[in-house]
């Protein structure tokens, strides 16, 4: 059974930095691409940037100057460094993996960064 679990969500002031973890278990970790998506109140959920199994990036517009996706294969764990946090960057912050071919995702962090 795939179980992902997200932590290092919690308040932050604007300007400030975040890594949110995202600890994996039940799968085949260094062989699945992860991604970490977002849902911010009232909005639909959007991705933030994922990670193939090979470490190769992608972010979703502007994220990718301030955010990093990174995995440890050791550890079974993608993370996501988030620095220069604004106030829309609030959000409940998800992990997926995708692992035969179906999607996989964690309960989420809440980040809130306050002005």
């Known amino acids: 059974q795939v179980q992902l679990v997200e932590s290092g969500g919690g308040l932050v002031q604007a300007g400030g930095s975040l890594r949110l973890s995202c600890a994996a278990s039940g799968m085949f970790f260094s062989m699945n691409a992860m991604a970490w998506y977002r849902q911010a109140p009232g909005k639909q959920r959007e991705l933030v940037a994922a990670?193939?199994?090979?470490?190769?990036?992608a972010y979703a517009g502007s994220m990718k100057d301030r955010f990093a996706i990174s995995r440890d294969n050791a550890k079974n764990t993608v993370y996501l460094q988030m620095n220069s946090l604004k106030p829309e960057d609030t959000a409940v912050y998800y992990c997926?993996?995708?692992?035969?071919?179906?999607?996989?995702w964690g309960k989420g962090t809440l980040v809130t960064v306050s002005s």
């Open positions: 990670i193939s199994s090979g470490g190769g990036t």
């Open positions: 997926k993996g995708v692992s035969g071919g179906m999607d996989y």
